[in-house]
């Protein structure tokens, strides 16, 4: 579908662009070189009287985005994951995109239920609200369920949506490679990465089985977590295109005269938001990656509630470990061996000079940890240590960018309830009990017994391994020759068994 017949799309968005000045707005974030730039006036200049108008009172480009529609709503909200991409300043603006859209009727939304659970909506609940939200991909309803008379929350697609969003990226995939041959040198922007991210992201959000299956994994991560609630997914009233859940019953975590009225200690949710989401990501390597106040909830117990799982992050643990060493030597301001590390984990490439580097990374440790407790921000901190390393050749890490975004965001939610929490104070706890454990001694053994389980698990299958190699090289064996492999790789997983044993008795130990 990316041929000439999307001009038509493009030339609409040009338009859009150029009638709500967003057109500039976005030339000058990605410092689009100059026939580029010639390239988008053509496509929206003259065209300018067919574009939407939007609402003069919001900012250029959330103005522009809102009058094109659900799927270029959708892509300013993902980018505004992504200031490597667009920059900060956009990205500043792209977080305040209103996801707020006309309903679709409650009859079609009832129809779109019975067609995905296979029984009328009757059947299964005994009330079904009015919209209570509506967003660019779906819209929510309040119900209560039939069988047990739990209030629900239930999630439906809008219709048509899929081919709607397909429609749209492929116009956006048809702009990247104008863009890619018309302008060369705009090739460093990634234009064609920026579309496969964010198709991506909304391939997975246009299947509600996925974030169902998101829901599930991250609350059995947090089922011990205390103080903090998921609403449970009810499987089988959910699937493609319908998701049903327990229903959040709170206050909005952005509401501070809502939760003072309910006695709840604010300074206290402020280090329980933060912490937790600390957790989620060291302890867990897979995060709730759009905890803004709009998806999070006070119970009336004082419990987090968090709900809406549509974009989650994760983090392997390879990377946590490498980071989380990265931020000790931050905290200890050993600069050299945090230049050291992102040299060993390959994230700057070996013909830079290390020295130079870890002189870098001071000028970004120091300003920050010499400011007042109070003002500190590790998110300030990830962004400016990855500006540095971009200087110095570090390729763009999707994941790492999910997160400093994701702290930014729960750092402004804490700091909204408590403008002086102490953020390193209240983070300590969490990011030293995480390094003492994965770069610790402690590490070391468990690395070795996960190894060794490895070597014990595929034991039965080494002899046949090791002869089918010998015989693919063109080595013909005699019976004392097979004799002798087998006697050597038996030896090497009793090694390994034995090996295990060791190790279970040393942890117990430790």
């Known amino acids: 579908m990316r041929g000439p017949h999307n001009i038509w799309r493009l030339i609409r968005t040009g338009a859009t662009l150029e009638r709500t000045g967003a057109m500039n707005v976005a030339l000058d974030a990605f410092d689009a070189p100059p026939a580029l730039r010639f390239v988008a006036k053509a496509l929206g200049k003259p065209f300018m009287w067919l574009g939407y108008k939007g609402d003069p009172s919001t900012p250029p480009m959330t103005r522009a985005l809102t009058a094109l529609g659900p799927a270029y709503i959708k892509f300013g909200q993902v980018m505004s994951t992504r200031p490597d991409m667009?920059?900060?300043?956009?990205?500043?603006?792209?977080?305040?995109?209103?996801?707020?859209?006309?309903?679709?009727?409650?009859?079609?939304?009832?129809?779109?239920?019975?067609?995905?659970?296979?029984?009328?909506?009757?059947?299964?609940?005994?009330?079904?609200s009015e919209p209570v939200a509506a967003a660019s991909i779906a819209q929510v309803h309040k119900a209560t369920l039939r069988t047990t008379g739990e209030e629900v929350a239930v999630k439906v697609l809008r219709p048509g949506i899929e081919r709607a969003f397909t429609q749209d990226v492929d116009a956006f995939y048809l702009a990247a490679r104008i863009i890619e041959i018309c302008a060369p040198g705009a090739r460093r922007l990634r234009p064609i990465e920026v579309i496969e991210h964010f198709d991506g992201v909304v391939q997975g959000?246009?299947?509600?089985?996925?974030?169902?299956?998101?829901?599930?994994?991250?609350?059995?991560?947090?089922?011990?977590?205390?103080?903090?609630?998921?609403?449970?997914?009810?499987?089988?009233?959910?699937a493609r295109r319908v998701m049903t859940l327990g229903w959040a019953d709170g206050v909005s975590m952005g509401d501070n005269d809502a939760i003072d009225a309910g006695g709840h200690d604010r300074t206290a949710l402020a280090e329980r938001v933060l912490?937790?989401?600390?957790?989620?990501?060291?302890?867990?390597?897979?995060?709730?990656?759009?905890?803004?106040?709009?998806?999070?909830?006070?119970?009336?117990?004082?419990?987090?509630?968090?709900?809406?799982?549509?974009?989650?992050?994760?983090?392997?643990?390879?990377?946590?470990?490498?980071?989380?060493?990265?931020?000790y030597g931050f905290i200890r301001k050993?600069?050299?061996?945090?230049?050291?590390?992102?040299?060993?984990?390959?994230?700057?490439?070996?013909?830079?000079?290390?020295?130079?580097?870890?002189?870098?990374?001071?000028?970004?440790?120091?300003?920050?940890?010499?400011?007042?407790?109070?003002?500190?921000?590790?998110?300030?901190?990830?962004?400016?240590?990855?500006?540095?390393?971009?200087?110095?050749?570090?390729?763009?890490?999707?994941?790492?960018?999910?997160?400093?975004?994701?702290?930014?965001?729960?750092?402004?939610?804490?700091?909204?309830?408590?403008?002086?929490?102490?953020?390193?104070?209240v983070a300590s706890p969490i990011v030293t009990s995480y390094i003492t454990k994965s770069i610790g001694p402690k590490a070391a053994i468990s690395d070795l017994m996960k190894t060794a389980r490895v070597l014990g698990r595929f034991g039965p299958r080494l002899p046949a391994l090791v002869e089918a190699a010998l015989i693919k090289q063109g080595n013909p064996e005699t019976p004392k020759r097979k004799t002798f492999w087998r006697w050597i790789v038996l030896t090497a997983i009793g090694s390994a068994a034995i090996g295990i044993t060791l190790l279970e008795l040393i942890r117990s130990l430790l």
């Open 86 to 128: 667009v920059g900060n300043e956009l990205a500043a603006q792209l977080r305040v995109l209103q996801d707020q859209l006309p309903p679709f009727s409650i009859e079609r939304a009832k129809q779109e239920v019975e067609n995905e659970l296979g029984q009328p909506v009757d059947e299964i609940f005994t009330e079904f």
């Open 334 to 425: 050993d600069y050299k061996r945090v230049a050291e590390v992102h040299f060993e984990a390959g994230y700057v490439p070996a013909d830079k000079d290390v020295d130079e580097f870890a002189r870098a990374l001071r000028a970004v440790g120091e300003p920050i940890f010499g400011m007042d407790a109070t003002k500190i921000s590790m998110g300030r901190l990830l962004s400016y240590l990855f500006q540095v390393t971009e200087r110095f050749g570090m390729e763009t890490r999707t994941e790492l960018i999910l997160l400093q975004r994701t702290m930014v965001v729960v750092e402004g939610v804490a700091r909204s309830l408590d403008p002086q929490m102490n953020i390193w104070q």
């Open 275 to 327: 912490q937790l989401f600390l957790y989620h990501a060291l302890r867990d390597g897979f995060f709730h990656a759009d905890m803004h106040q709009g998806n999070l909830k006070v119970a009336s117990n004082g419990d987090i509630i968090a709900y809406d799982f549509g974009i989650m992050g994760h983090i392997d643990e390879y990377t946590r470990r490498v980071y989380a060493e990265i931020l």
């Open 205 to 238: 959000e246009l299947d509600l089985r996925l974030e169902s299956s998101s829901a599930s994994e991250f609350a059995a991560n947090t089922v011990d977590d205390e103080g903090f609630q998921l609403p449970e997914i009810k499987w089988e009233f959910s």
